[in-house]
């Protein structure tokens, strides 16, 4: 485990942490321009890990869903304080706080710590996946028939076009369910799930569970199988990913 996994893992469970302090608290929650959600515990974890990283890592790029870009050198921090904002103010345990580091090959390291269930999963390139500290890998399960799928919600689903693609596999499937956001990924990474389709995400959103997903022999790829990180995302694990592909495609 590298320095830089080690300091990432525990500045995010730190981050993490705070978040709970919030977390069925009654917290305030504010709307943001494009109508998301946010609280003190989005702006207060999103703080707790950039003061974390200029202290450890003075004058590196960090991008945040929070407080945006800020521009530096030797690769990029990625961070989402809280992954599933609308689970955490709906008091629902499914929301998780991501930070990920790319270089010039693509991600590094990507943790993925879900607070209320007391989970981390994380990778490191070459390193493969681990689950609460055991490596993990994802499922064997070889076809679209009797596999369980994740989506995003319904409405985004039908806005870019893709419910009735969804409806039609869900047909062969064992199960459909909007396990949304990072936790769906994170479902993917360690076997529980097949797939995952994310149809609208910002690059904070996946930066983190891309490398999840492949370190634990996945494939993570825009909904057209592109493999550079997009504004929308399907994970699998990789034994029926072109079907799927293919499925949102027509």
């Known amino acids: 485990m590298s320095p830089r996994l080690i300091f990432a893992l525990e500045t995010v469970y730190r981050a993490g942490k705070f978040t709970l302090a919030h977390f069925n608290a009654?917290?305030?929650?504010?709307?943001?321009?494009?109508?998301?959600p946010v609280?003190?515990?989005?702006?207060?974890?999103?703080?707790?890990?950039?003061?974390a990283i200029e202290r450890e890592y003075p004058g590196e790029s960090i991008l945040?869903?929070?407080?945006?870009?800020?521009?530096?050198?030797?690769?990029?921090?990625?961070?989402d304080p809280i992954d599933g904002t609308k689970s955490f103010v709906c008091g629902v345990s499914l929301f998780a706080t991501l930070?990920?580091?790319e270089d010039e090959q693509g991600g590094q390291l990507g943790v993925c710590y879900f607070p209320a269930l007391e989970e981390v999963v994380y990778?490191?390139?070459?390193?493969?996946?681990?689950?609460?500290?055991?490596?993990?890998?994802?499922s064997a399960h070889?076809?679209?028939?009797?596999?369980t799928l994740s989506c995003g919600s319904h409405s985004s689903m039908a806005k870019q076009g893709h419910m009735s693609s969804l409806l039609k596999l869900a047909e062969q499937t064992q199960a459909t369910r909007t396990w949304s956001d990072a936790y769906g990924h994170a479902l993917v990474a360690t076997g529980r799930i097949e797939a995952m389709i994310d149809p609208i995400v910002s690059h904070w959103d996946i930066a983190a569970m891309a490398i999840i997903v492949r370190e634990a022999g996945g494939r993570f790829t825009t909904m057209d199988g592109g493999e550079a990180l997009g504004n929308e995302a399907l994970s699998s694990n990789g034994l029926f990913h072109q079907e799927l592909v293919e499925a949102f495609s027509r």
Do not use: M
Request: net charge negative.
């Open 26 to 36: 009654n917290t305030k929650v504010e709307l943001k321009a494009d109508d998301s």
């Open 99 to 101: 930070l990920a580091y």
């Open 123 to 138: 990778a490191e390139r070459g390193h493969g996946t681990f689950w609460n500290g055991k490596q993990c890998r994802v």
């Open 39 to 51: 609280t003190v515990a989005d702006r207060g974890a999103e703080r707790i890990i950039r003061e």
């Open 142 to 147: 070889p076809t679209v028939k009797n596999a």
């Open 64 to 79: 945040g869903e929070e407080e945006g870009f800020t521009e530096g050198t030797n690769g990029r921090w990625v961070l």
